[in-house]
């Protein structure tokens, strides 16, 4: 009966570690998610993706001021990586502190106030700085330009009584209009926001810091437990060499196990990570399949670590008991 329960739980520890170390080293410290970030490349992206989706959002002729080479430039130094990686941080140490219980809630939101502003004041710095440059308008070039509308961009002189803040106001305009994220520049970047933000899940909501701040004690429990259940199995059995090997075959098949288990993964949950999102029109849609694959690739790795070394030492200590003669392997084990 003893002998059962001990095999029991240590076939259970063998399999429950790979997962808690893994998931200990992926996602439990701040500065892992952060790293992995920094990997993807996701702030030396988002100042294109930006202008991307800007451009693909806005009518003819805003599509046309963005095509302009200065503007453009505008559009990337506002969205630097400095910035994106800034307020990125800032959010990981804010949702890593309610994990922690120093927050009551989760930072859900990524704000780019500061990109949206820069933004802003870069394409009025760009409107005077271009008006300052031309000439007032001619009798005839006014004509001309009573039959089209012009904008900063368009405009070939001075018209009398230009206003200069209402002209960069209107280029500001014309660049954000139709593109929510330039408009109200807070983005959604909860992977679970299924659970920290619907009401059917704000119970399993609380218990997630809880779950963060055990895991590191769970997993010292647990490699604990399964040592001395080794220990145990083998002091109480009658034949020592037979639970020796019972250890060394329970090793190689969790390896076999664990990596049937890596290959259901790469076969079905490769797919959920392609269709992971974060909204329609955010900046980070190319970016955030790649950050949750370098994670992913992390876990893996670690599990696929613990297989192969539960492998060597099961196969190594199979042999072992087999070539050493009964009596010598009962001898050293008193």
Known sequence: MARGLLSVVFRFGFIALPVLIA??????????????LAQSGIYDNTGAETLQIAQNHAPRDAGNILGDA?????????????????????????????LDGNRNTPETQLDLSQARNSLQDGLQQYAATRLAGLQPCSFLQLRQMTATPQNVLSLPCIPPGLDYQQAGNELVAEVTQNVDFLQNPTIDVTPLR???????????ARHIPTLHQLLPIVTVLVTIATA?????????????????????????????????GLLLWLAIGTNNIDQAQIGATAPFQSSVQSVISILTE????????F???????????????RKIPPRKVEKSNR
């Open 23 to 36: 998931t200990l080293f992926t996602i439990h410290n701040p500065d892992t998610l952060k790293q992995s």
């Open 70 to 98: 200065d503007i453009q430039q505008v559009v990337l130094q506002a969205f630097s990586p400095q910035v994106i990686q800034t307020a990125s941080e800032q959010v990981i140490d804010d949702t890593y502190g309610w």
């Open 194 to 204: 299924s659970i920290t933000g619907a009401t059917a899940d704000q119970e399993i």
């Open 228 to 260: 001395f259940c080794l220990v145990a199995y083998v002091a109480i059995a009658n034949q020592k060499r037979r639970a020796q090997k019972t250890i060394a075959l329970s090793l190689i098949s969790t390896s076999i196990l664990l990596g049937i």
């Open 298 to 305: 992390r876990f893996m790795r670690i599990i696929m670590l």
């Open 307 to 321: 297989a192969g070394v539960y492998l060597a030492v099961g196969a190594v200590w199979w042999l072992f008991t």
